[in-house]
């Protein structure tokens, strides 16, 4: 093995074909630039449902005097409903992680300091707010459970599960991260026939050196390796050019941008950025890798 | 050294002729033999059997102890190292320079520079071109090219010269030359097959001749000429 004979080859032919080069490396770096936002959208998505979910709980609004629902046609929850409710909210333990009682007096302050720019606050009571059991459940997932042992019993007007509300927020998310993946699907496969055609140009170009070197018996391995070479190293480049957008839309968009202006909320670490790029540059060069192999196999026979 | 056991070689475009129908012969050590006959007698087919560059319709082709279609796909480069080959057109790399041009049968085998340092002038002494190391293709006379050719199909000192009319674009004082040169190789102890149109140089040299017409062997003459009624 020859390695500065290989890499003169190599340097060789990637001047030679210097605009195909440049159109993987254009098209590679688009396209894994869109797969490794995907997936940073999709780390985002779990990191904000660790985030939330965490947070989440369902709610069981207990009767008041003027709830209309058929289940507080007795008015509002008696002491023994509640202390009931509370007794197999305890029995459904582990589920329930957390059980708290929040009384109308607090439902008020609450309402009071959530709403404090509002004019509404003025209009309501403290006795239009009903109190409410707020529950945390150890897997939020399992919300059916409780809001078929709890709904529709009589003293409890509704259960409601904030993960629902979230869960609309996410699936837009989710639908966003289909369409890159999707865009990103079709650009690798429009990167692929690139990466064919390219190969296909080269051995064409280089059919002079290749019938030399099957003459004197050069090995296949030999024969190919300065095109896988250059299939690889084009690729490389582009898939970097890719991994250093997505550090700058790290860096830039997400810390410096999207951060500071919606702080309530979590964003990705540099853990998943981390774990997305070499999955990138392996993408882009395995791809590359066996496009070319393959399309070589067929041009570059013995 | 070679040996072909009734072989039949049929080319997918052209069913109804086979360009060699059941061709036995066999061509020992050392020797060395005049392929001739009319263009699309079956010459090239013969050559490129020899080579693997095409397979057998049917029979087998022995070169250098080996039936090549029992020959798996990776031994081919081991076996054409053990051969070399010179065209009509040379097929010398333009922007490499005579050394390069040797040097380059040597680098794609993998050999150290070191040992293409030590070999490539000795072989380019053997043909004659010491002092043009640095010529490139373009600044040489065809004699000279053919020559270049023959050093990069020399330099491993192979068992087998194949040459498929290497004095076909030369002109014949020129061409004495190169037959001087092959006959050199050929005394050196490398098998020489070569295919000519040149009845000159057939007469002049007086080996073995194989004449192959339509696919059939229809001369086998030692010490022959190029053909009876010429």
């Not at chain 1, 004019?119 to 403290?126: A, F, G, L, R």
């Not at chain 1, 996410?170 to 429009?190: D, K, T």
């Not at chain 1, 997305?276 to 570059?300: D, E, H, N, S």
């Not at chain 2, 390069?100 to 520079?113: D, M, R, T, W, Y």
């Amino acid at each position: 093995m020859r390695a500065t004979f290989v890499a003169s080859e190599v340097g060789t032919g990637l001047r030679r074909n210097l605009t195909m080069t440049l159109a993987v490396i254009i098209t590679v770096a688009v396209s894994l630039g869109l797969f490794g936002a995907s997936l940073l959208v999709r780390a985002q998505v779990s990191t904000m449902k660790d985030f939330w979910y965490d947070k989440v709980e369902v709610s069981i609004f207990l009767c008041s005097k003027g709830s209309d629902t058929p289940s507080c046609a007795g008015g509002a929850v008696t002491n023994a409903q509640r202390d009931q409710i509370e007794a197999d909210l305890e029995s459904l333990r582990p589920l329930v992680e957390d059980i708290y009682y929040e009384s109308k007096a607090e439902a008020y302050a609450r309402f009071q300091e959530q709403f404090k720019n509002s004019p509404i606050v003025d209009n309501v009571t403290e006795n239009a707010l009903p109190e409410s059991f707020r529950v945390k459940l150890s897997d939020p997932t399992k919300y059916d459970v409780v809001a078929s042992a709890f709904a529709g019993r009589p003293g409890i007007e509704q259960v409601n599960d904030q993960r629902q509300i979230l869960d609309k927020f996410f699936r837009l998310l989710g639908g966003l991260q289909l369409i890159a993946l999707l865009i990103a699907m079709s650009m690798l496969i429009v990167t692929v026939l690139l990466i064919v055609n390219t190969m296909r140009v080269a051995a064409f170009s280089r059919r002079r050196e290749t019938s030399i070197m099957r003459l004197v018996g050069a090995s296949n391995f030999y024969i190919q390796l300065p095109f896988l070479l250059e299939a690889a190293l084009a690729a490389g480049l582009g898939a970097l050019l890719a991994i250093g957008t997505l550090i700058a839309s790290k860096a830039i968009l997400i810390d410096q941008v999207l951060a500071p202006s919606f702080q309530f909320t979590a964003f990705v670490g540099w853990d998943a950025v981390a774990g997305i790029a070499p999955l990138m540059l392996l993408t882009g060069v395995g791809l590359a890798g066996l496009a070319a192999f393959f399309t070589l196999r067929k041009y570059l026979r013995v | 050294m070679i040996l072909f056991d009734h072989v039949t070689k049929v080319y997918a475009s052209s069913q109804a002729r086979p360009a060699l129908d059941d061709v036995s012969l066999e061509i020992e050590k050392g020797e060395f033999i005049f392929l001739v006959g009319p263009s699309g007698s079956g010459k090239s087919t013969f050559l490129r059997l020899v080579l693997r560059e095409e397979r057998p319709t049917r029979g087998q082709v022995w070169v250098l102890g080996k039936e090549l279609n029992r020959l798996s796909n990776w031994k081919i480069p081991a076996m054409r190292r053990q051969i070399g080959t010179v065209f009509q057109d040379f097929r010398l790399l333009p922007n490499k320079t005579v050394f390069e041009n040797v040097a380059f049968a040597l680098e794609v085998i993998g050999k150290p520079s070191s040992h293409i340092k030590k070999v490539v002038p000795e072989v380019l002494e053997v043909v004659g071109l010491e002092g043009k190391e640095g010529r490139r293709p373009d600044e040489l006379s065809g004699g000279e090219q053919q020559r270049v050719a023959i050093a990069r199909a020399f330099v491993n000192r192979p068992m087998l010269l194949i040459a498929d009319e290497p004095t076909g674009n030369l002109d014949p004082g020129t061409s004495i030359g190169i037959m001087k040169l092959l006959d050199r190789i050929n005394k050196l102890g490398t098998t020489v097959v070569m295919s000519t149109h040149d009845s000159q140089i057939v007469d002049q040299m007086r080996r073995r001749v194989i004449e192959l017409e339509a696919g059939h062997v229809v001369r086998d003459q030692s010490r022959g000429v190029y053909g009876y009624a010429r």
